[in-house]
């Protein structure tokens, strides 16, 4: 894919197919170490060893619609040219985290792009009765989302209403536009 | 100096928000975007983005979801239009410069864009 966002939209995917209800997505950019990490850790229900061996190769998927699942292995392949890698830890029943490491100046870095349309493609999502909880670490600097507190505040309406999307939106881009230029400065 | 914005706003737009709520449940429109590896890998990131666009810049409200794989792997970016008593929709291979003509003539002007027609799901 052309960008780790993208990659970072399939990840969410995977585990709200997996029935999590919690979903933690952390996004570390250390310019000093010279390192990009993502992790993405659920509570869904997880893989038991066998699985996961498979999890990571090309043609294994748990869907019925068709037999290969791709998502993994490119993410796998992604940071593997980048002098990165990816390791998958997961529990039959209590969860699968999967954290992706970068060299962040590596020439064969896709770019991250646009993340806040692969945030929004999550919270759009029709599967109900999940949280993320979102960071993105820049250096020092820090932004991030938990959707709990925004349904807290919101009560009965969702986070897929039009004015509530609307709002969301903004406030992501606006949250990675100080992030950037804190970063940069 | 644009205001810095706080998740309280929340609670403000939750109280415009439940006012108007009840009408659009009944009469509105959702549009859902198929979002499993396959449609990211043709891009349908870009395609949901430019429908969230499309909506704002008309001022159409319409809900915008996203579902895993549903098998038309080939087809992606795939995209249904629900409305109420109506046949639910599904366009294929929808990319975002196709987005303005299907917002105008299926949601504004009510008529489905045959061409790029995919699938039909008569409403249970």
Not at chain 2, 55 to 60: A, F, G, V
Not at chain 2, 108 to 114: F, L
Request: proline fraction near 3%.
């Amino acid at each position: 894919m052309r960008e780790l966002s993208l990659h970072v939209l399939d990840l969410l995917e995977n585990s709200l197919a997996a029935g999590a209800s919690q979903i933690r997505l952390g996004i570390e950019e250390d310019t000093r170490a010279n390192l990009l990490v993502i992790t993405v850790a659920d509570n869904g229900r997880g893989m038991d060893r066998e699985t996961q061996a498979l999890a990571v190769g090309p043609f294994y998927t748990t869907r019925t619609t068709r037999h290969v699942g791709l998502g993994l292995p490119l993410l796998k392949a992604a940071a593997e040219r980048c002098e990165g890698g990816l390791e998958l830890h997961s529990e039959v029943g209590v969860g699968t985290t999967v954290r992706v490491s970068f060299q962040r100046d590596h020439i064969d870095r896709a770019p991250m792009g646009d993340l806040v349309s692969t945030l929004m493609g999550a919270l759009l999502s029709s599967r109900r009765g999940w949280d993320l909880v979102f960071t993105h670490r820049f250096d020092q600097h820090e932004f991030g989302l938990d959707t709990s507190e925004a349904r807290e505040l919101l009560g009965d309406v969702p986070l897929t209403h039009p004015a509530v999307r609307e709002w969301l939106e903004s406030y992501l881009r606006q949250g990675y536009e100080e992030l950037y230029e804190q970063g940069a400065g | 100096m644009p205001q810095i914005k706080s998740l309280d706003e929340l609670r403000n737009l939750r109280q415009q928000v439940e006012r108007d709520i009840s009408t659009r449940r009944h009469t509105g429109t959702t549009i859902i975007v198929g979002m499993g590896t396959c449609g990211i890998a043709a891009g349908a990131r870009d395609t949901m983005h430019a429908i969230l666009e499309e909506l704002r810049k008309r001022e159409i409200d319409a809900n915008v979801t996203t579902v895993g794989c549903i098998g038309m792997c080939a087809k992606e970016p795939l995209v249904d239009v629900e409305q109420a008593g109506q046949p639910r929709v599904t366009y294929g291979n929808v990319t975002p410069d196709m987005v303005p003509r299907m917002i105008e003539e299926h949601l504004v002007k009510g008529q489905v864009v045959e061409e790029w027609v995919v699938g039909r799901l008569q409403s249970s």
